[in-house]
Each structure stands twice: as structure tokens, then as C-alpha cells.
């Protein structure tokens, strides 16, 4: 009848799961659906954490009132406003209008922009601040820019859970599946959460850095995020990946083409690139087109992998403007720390490779570009065979750090 799976003693997930949505956020394809949570606690107190989109209230409404089964609500507690997890905000306090809404002083004021009468019912707390709800203290952690300045995150120091908001969240609905050790993460889930994380709060990583130094000092057990799978097992496991994500340290030492190819000749050679890089040794080379592959999953890529070669024809005498939204997201998303090769084509004037040098010394932190590039004029050929093997090298080098 319901969809609520008990999370630990008192607390049961309560959200929905949306296959419907085809883009989150309007921008980020999620073809395995996205799932909202919220969690309830069942103490001398009852609480709500978090709504839920919009899109899967009725769900959600039915999994809350199972839970409390004829209890009143008497605390909704929202850590994080966006409206994916707000939304439901104004439908739960019609529902239960003895409750009262613990948030941050910005929350609240997000709430009223978003036109939610929480009048009188406002019990606004900061870092550092406690409540009890019977067996259960809370302690609220502020994470402002994890990703909206309003977030916290709330810690139950009675049973070790994190309430984490967007952080360790991800992509992909849980149908049924609840826990971090019912599905193989490594394998199905670590794609989406690192898209999830690169797209959603990768500008942030020094706000995440600061989060988990706080979180360093808390005795976590269970890690309740707003999206995809609560962890109760291994949390080292994603924690490890999230000091690499906000460090912008790669995660593999690998090798990522993208081109921008208009009639095959830049792909062609893209496709010679990789089969000489493999040739060499370096087997984790993945290669895409830039105009049929998100720029999210570009993005998501671009965080995991040491190096990466922009191959991109000229343009109008510019960049491929395709290419170029991708450079500009990796600007947005203060991509750093990472090494470059570029091959340029053009049949007249190739011009993007030095636009696209400029743009990654000028715009992007802490970023190289290998000298060797290569040059075509409409297509390879063998006049072109000792650049090809000059930039090889080079890139060869640089994964196994002989540069
Ligand atoms: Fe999942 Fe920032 O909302």
C-alpha cells in the first residue's frame, strides 16, 4: 500500500520516486529518474525532515500519514528550500496546522518569497543550536553554498544520523531500493551521483570542504541525503569521493577526448588519438562527441579523469560553439587542477586551437596545456604523422607523470 521503508529505531523514509521528469532542473537529463527524500522521526515528538517535489506530493502525503498513523505533526524541519524539496512545504502545513517549522532565518525567508504563510510557527535555529523531540537531541550544522546559502545540514547525535541535505545525494530513483548496501553503488549509481555532485554543487568544493571538516568531528552512522540512496555501510566509500570532487583532484589517472567534428575528418582523428594512446598503455581513454553528449555527463567526466583533449574544428574563425558551452561549464563549474591537449582543425584558418589554449590558461584554474598540439587542415595525413606521435608522447608522459 505504501512506499516507506524503515530507515533505523523511529525513523522511516517517507519521499517519491519520479520517472517522469525528464530534465532536473529543466537542464540535467535524468533517464533513470530522481528520487525526493523525506524522513520522518517517531518520537515523544514527531518530525518531518524535508519535503518533496511537487510532482510526487500525493505519494508522499500518503507515506507521512501512514507513518504517523493518527499522531500529530509537530515539527516539520527543513534543512534545504529548493523548491524539489520545499514544494510540499505549504501542503503539510494545511495538513497539520499544529505544527511548527524549524529552519534557518534565510530558509524562512525563502519560504515567504516562495509564498508559504509560516506565520507564528517559525522556531528558527543556527550552527550550533540543539532540540529535543523526546529520546532524540538534534544539532544543526550550517552548509551554506551546499548549494543555496539557506542549507543546513541536521545531525542526530542520539543515533549517529546525518541529515545531510543535497550532499551525497544523486540521480536515480530508488524503486524499492532504500540502502546504499542494497544496490552495487560502484557499479549502477556512482555515474549519476558524480553527475549529480559535479553539476548540482561542483562550484562550490571549498563550501563541501568546509561541510565535511565539520562533519569530520561527528560520529556518523547513516547518511540520510535529499536524492538517491541513504548510506549506512561504507561511508568512507563516498566521502573519499566527495574530498576528491571538492578538491578537484582527479579520480583516475585517464585520458578523456571530446571533439567537435563537423564531417568525420576531426573524429577520425580523435579516433587515431586514442588508438595510439591505447597502443601506449593508457587504458582508461574515453572518447566523446561533443554535440550528442550532455554536457552534464561531459562535466561528470571531466571531474573523474586526469587529462583531457579538446579536438574541435574552427568555427565562424572561433571555438565550435558546442565546444565552447562546454568550456563555458567548465568555467561555471570551476573545474581546475588538470592537464590539457588540443588538436585543432580547420580547412582554411584552424584557429581553435589557439582560442581554446587561450581560454583554458585565461579562464580555468590551476590548469596546463601540454605544448605538442596537433594541427590539421581538413584531414590527417601523413604530413601530420610526427605531431600526432609528438602529442602522444607527451600526453603519455604526462598520465604516468614523467612531466
Ligand atoms: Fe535537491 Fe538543491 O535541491
Known amino acids: ?37 523525506s524522513y520522518v522521526l517517531l518520537d515523544e515528538k514527531t518530525v518531518v525532515f524535508d519535503t518533496v517535489d511537487w510532482s510526487v506530493a500525493r505519494e508522499f502525503i500518503r507515506n507521512v500519514e501512514s507513518v504517523l498513523d493518527g499522531r500529530d505533526l509537530d515539527y516539520l524541519l527543513i534543512n534545504h528550500m529548493e523548491p524539489d524539496h520545499g514544494g510540499s512545504i505549504e501542503e503539510i502545513l494545511i495538513r497539520y496546522p499544529n505544527a511548527k517549522v524549524i529552519s534557518t ?22 550552527e550550533g543550536d540543539t532540540m529535543t523531540f523526546g529520546k532524540h537531541t538534534v544539532a544543526f550544522v550550517e552548509a551554506p553554498m551546499i548549494h543555496w546559502p ?23 530513483a530508488l524503486d524499492g531500493k532504500l540502502f546504499n548496501d542494497e544496490v552495487n553503488f560502484d557499479r549502477d549509481w ?29 560520529d556518523i552512522k547513516y547518511i540520510c541525503p535529499l536524492h538517491g540512496p541513504v548510506w549506512r555501510s561504507d561511508l568512507g566509500y563516498i566521502i573519499d569521493k566527495y574530498i576528491k570532487w571538492s578538491t578537484y583532484e582527479p579520480e583516475d589517472k585517464a585520458v578523456m577526448i ?12 580523435a579516433q587515431a588519438l586514442a588508438t595510439k594512446l591505447v597502443e601506449k598503455g593508457i587504458k582508461d581513454v574515453v572518447l566523446y562527441d561533443v554535440s550528442n553528449t550532455h554536457v552534464s555527463q561531459l562535466i561528470a567526466e571531466t571531474f573523474r579523469v586526469s587529462h583531457i583533449v579538446l579536438a574541435s574544428v574552427t568555427y565562424n574563425l572561433g ?32 584557429k581553435s586551437g589557439d582560442l581554446m589554449t587561450e581560454f583554458i590558461n585565461d579562464e580555468l584554474k590551476l590548469c596546463d596545456v601540454l605544448n605538442e598540439q596537433l594541427s590539421i587542415t581538413s584531414s590527417i595525413n601523413e604530413n601530420d604523422e610526427r605531431d600526432m606521435e609528438a602529442l602522444v608522447d607527451a600526453i603519455v608522459d604526462s598520465v604516468n607523470g614523467k612531466r
Open 150 to 172: 539557506e542549507a543546513m545540514v541536521t545531525f542526530d547525535v542520539t543515533n549517529g544520523v546525518l541529515f545531510a541535505a543535497d550532499a551525497f545525494g544523486s540521480f536515480g
Open 105 to 126: 532565518e534565510k530558509a524562512f525567508l525563502m519560504m515567504r518569497q516562495y509564498g508559504f504563510n509560516i506565520d507564528g510557527r517559525e522556531i528558527e535555529v543556527k
Open 1 to 37: 500500500m505504501y512506499t516507506v521503508r524503515k530507515v533505523t529505531e523511529d525513523l522511516f523514509w517517507v519521499g517519491g520516486n519520479d520517472h517522469r521528469l525528464a530534465l532536473f532542473e529543466n537542464i540535467h537529463p535524468i533517464p533513470r529518474g530522481v528520487s525526493y527524500n
Open 258 to 269: 571530446v571533439y567537435a567534428s563537423m564531417y568525420g575528418n576531426t573524429e577520425y582523428a
Open 190 to 218: 556512482i555515474d549519476d551521483a558524480r553527475r549529480y555532485y559535479t553539476n548540482i554543487v561542483g562550484k562550490y568544493g571549498p563550501f563541501v570542504q568546509a561541510l565535511l571538516g565539520k562533519a569530520g568531528g561527528l
Open 319 to 350: 571555438i565550435y560553439p558546442v565546444m565552447h558551452n562546454y568550456l563555458m561549464d567548465m568555467k561555471a563549474l570551476n573545474v581546475q587542477n588538470r592537464t590539457f591537449a588540443i588538436v585543432e582543425n580547420g580547412t582554411w584558418a584552424p
